[in-house]
């Protein structure tokens, strides 16, 4: 390891670790640590959203995951952080427990064309070290943190389904609610109703949250017909869905357009958490 010090929620820098393809996150919020995977290892995702803190963001898909190195990595950190001194060196206490694995990286996870086998390789990972056993242990999580986009690709489904037997839980990425807006924020040409037909595939197999970005653009916040759309999609989507994450700007975006980006009021990213709310879903805020 080469961490020269504690790690904290707003250190996400993914070379930290020093690895390839695992890198750590203490986050205050959750109390814990959190491993994340990092497939897109060049910077390459398929979409470009303008708020994305990935530095020198490509447009592209991963090169081939190396997957002895990925088994490699994960195993010694986990063997770290389990028995070795990763915590006391490197985490406060309070926040010494593991919660999560979380394919996160630097671009879309489920376009890396190994994204099935890695899957799997994770958890034959974890199992080893008894972590997804419910007698042993608590099982952690295995999240997925997507843009969805790839969610109708029968492999890629059939992985999620996987993921659901391994305590799994997928968070879907929803922006906004019309093709202006998703093209405004993601800066791809996509069809809402399409997107939402893919969270409806993705939530049936495996538990899954919406996760939302808002902020002003130019100063403004989304404006209502855009909410109205936003809110629309989700009511289709809520008897499968199991909640959603509201974020605001909580690190600056690294593209083009970070200068006119601003963070919302806390007041007004929780006014579209109550209209969510009425739905009768959970919605955790984040600002
Ligand atoms: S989907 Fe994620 S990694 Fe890709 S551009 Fe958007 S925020 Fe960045």
Known sequence: MTLQSYLTAFDHNRDVSG???????????????SIGV???????????????????????????????????????FLGNVLHGDFMERYVAEGNRQLKDI???????????????????????????????????????????????????????????????????????????????????????????????????KCAEACPTFIQTCMFALDGQPPQEIEILSYLALINQVKQVIQGVHLYGLARPSLQTEADRLSRLPAEWLEGIAQRIRHMGLIVHVSV
């Open 19 to 33: 690895m390839k393809y695992i890198y750590p996150v203490v986050s205050r919020r959750a109390r814990g640590v």
């Open 102 to 200: 979380a394919f996160s990286g630097n671009g879309e996870p489920t376009s890396a064309k190994e994204f099935p086998q890695v899957v799997l390789l994770v958890e034959k990972v974890l199992r080893n070290f008894n972590l997804l056993d419910s007698s042993l242990h608590s099982p952690i999580k295995i999240r997925l943190i997507t843009n969805g986009s790839l969610l109708d690709k029968p492999a890629i489904l059939e992985s999620v389904r996987h993921l659901a037997g391994c305590n799994g839980e997928v968070w879907f990425k929803l922006d906004a609610g019309t093709r202006d807006g998703i093209a405004r924020t993601n800066d791809v040409n996509l069809n809402p109703q399409s997107h939402i037909q893919r969270l409806k």
């Open 38 to 76: 990092n497939l897109n290892i060049n910077n390459a995702c398929n979409w470009r959203c303008i708020y994305c803190q990935v530095p020198n963001l490509t447009r592209g898909t991963p090169p081939p995951i190396e997957l002895e190195i990925l088994e490699q990595e994960l195993s010694v």
